[in-house]
């Protein structure tokens, strides 16, 4: 009699049957650590490519700025570009006066406006010029110049005429300035040019620039005044207005 196997439940009298077949373990490859693992790879992966096109953006724009600054440099050595200069080449003053009870001043003022372009490359083209008149800190009146093309090495000469009446509130200073400048037949009145410009290049125009001149301390005499004592005006050369 055979022994008894450990797996049989009770007793067994024939041949000695062997063992059921262990079972395979298979491996599995749906574990956890290997989900984990891609999508960390794929995270580092986006992040690289991120920083790769941030990178080449700010490499982009680098190199954009430095060829700009460079053609910037050429241009202007070779049209060595200057200042262009305005003057108040004449003016005449028919009449100036102050109402006390309603604050209204009459006025008639000529300007002439002289601007001289000295640049041998370079034009220029004014698409609007304003020109103000102003006694102390008060504009009385403006008036607007037709627009024009001024070529290089150019001298243009511009009429401005300013005629009305505009309520005008002096202060204390002003109503004493005006008093003597009426005792005086000479009235410091000044005038400030607001311009919208464009530069040509030979056959480049540049972006529209909005620059403010002002032209301060005019002496002008009353053309119907008789206590000038022969004063004749002087032309004033405009400065950049960069208030």
């Given at each position: 009699?055979?022994?008894?196997?450990?797996?049989?439940?009770?007793?067994?009298?024939?041949?000695?049957?062997?063992p059921p077949p262990?079972?395979?373990?298979?491996?599995?490859?749906?574990?956890?650590?290997?989900?984990?693992?891609?999508?960390?790879?794929?995270?580092?992966?986006?992040?690289?490519?991120?920083?790769?096109?941030?990178?080449?953006?700010?490499?982009?724009?680098?190199?954009?700025?430095?060829?700009?600054?460079?053609?910037?440099?050429?241009?202007?050595?070779?049209?060595r570009p200057n200042?262009?200069?305005?003057?108040?080449?004449?003016?005449?003053?028919?009449?100036?006066?102050?109402?006390?009870?309603?604050?209204?001043?009459?006025?008639?003022?000529?300007?002439?406006?002289?601007?001289?372009?000295?640049?041998?490359?370079?034009?220029?083209?004014?698409?609007?010029?304003?020109?103000?008149?102003?006694?102390?800190?008060?504009?009385?009146?403006?008036?607007?110049?037709?627009?024009?093309?001024?070529?290089?090495?150019?001298?243009?000469?511009?009429?401005?005429?300013?005629?009305?009446?505009?309520?005008?509130?002096?202060?204390?200073?002003?109503?004493?300035?005006?008093?003597?400048?009426?005792?005086?037949?000479?009235?410091?009145?000044?005038?400030?040019?607001?311009?919208?410009?464009?530069?040509?290049?030979?056959?480049?125009?540049?972006?529209?620039?909005?620059?403010?001149?002002?032209?301060?301390?005019?002496?002008?005499?009353?053309?119907?005044?008789?206590?000038?004592?022969?004063?004749?005006?002087?032309?004033?050369?405009?400065?950049?207005?960069?208030?």
């Amino acid at each position: 009699m055979g022994s008894k196997q450990p797996y049989l439940n009770g007793a067994y009298y024939g041949p000695s049957i062997p063992p059921p077949p262990a079972k395979s373990q298979r491996r599995s490859y749906n574990s956890p650590g290997f989900g984990c693992c891609c999508f960390s790879c794929l995270g580092s992966c986006l992040r690289c490519c991120g920083c790769c096109v941030l990178s080449l953006i700010c490499n982009i724009l680098i190199a954009v700025a430095v060829i700009l600054g460079i053609a910037a440099l050429i241009l202007w050595l070779i049209f060595r570009p200057n200042a262009v200069k305005f003057y108040v080449s004449d003016a005449n003053l028919d009449r100036f006066s102050l109402d006390p009870n309603s604050n209204n001043l009459h006025y008639s003022l000529d300007l002439n406006l002289t601007i001289r372009n000295p640049n041998q490359r370079v034009g220029v083209y004014y698409d609007e010029i304003s020109v103000s008149g102003y006694y102390g800190d008060q504009r009385f009146g403006s008036v607007n110049v037709s627009s024009f093309y001024q070529g290089h090495k150019n001298t243009t000469v511009i009429g401005a005429k300013m005629e009305g009446q505009n309520l005008v509130v002096l202060g204390d200073g002003a109503r004493t300035d005006l008093k003597e400048d009426e005792k005086s037949g000479i009235y410091r009145i000044g005038a400030k040019l607001r311009l919208s410009v464009r530069f040509k290049f030979w056959f480049i125009k540049s972006w529209k620039v909005k620059p403010k001149m002002k032209c301060d301390d005019l002496k002008i005499p009353l053309g119907s005044s008789n206590s000038t004592g022969g004063f004749k005006f002087q032309p004033v050369q405009c400065e950049l207005d960069i208030s």
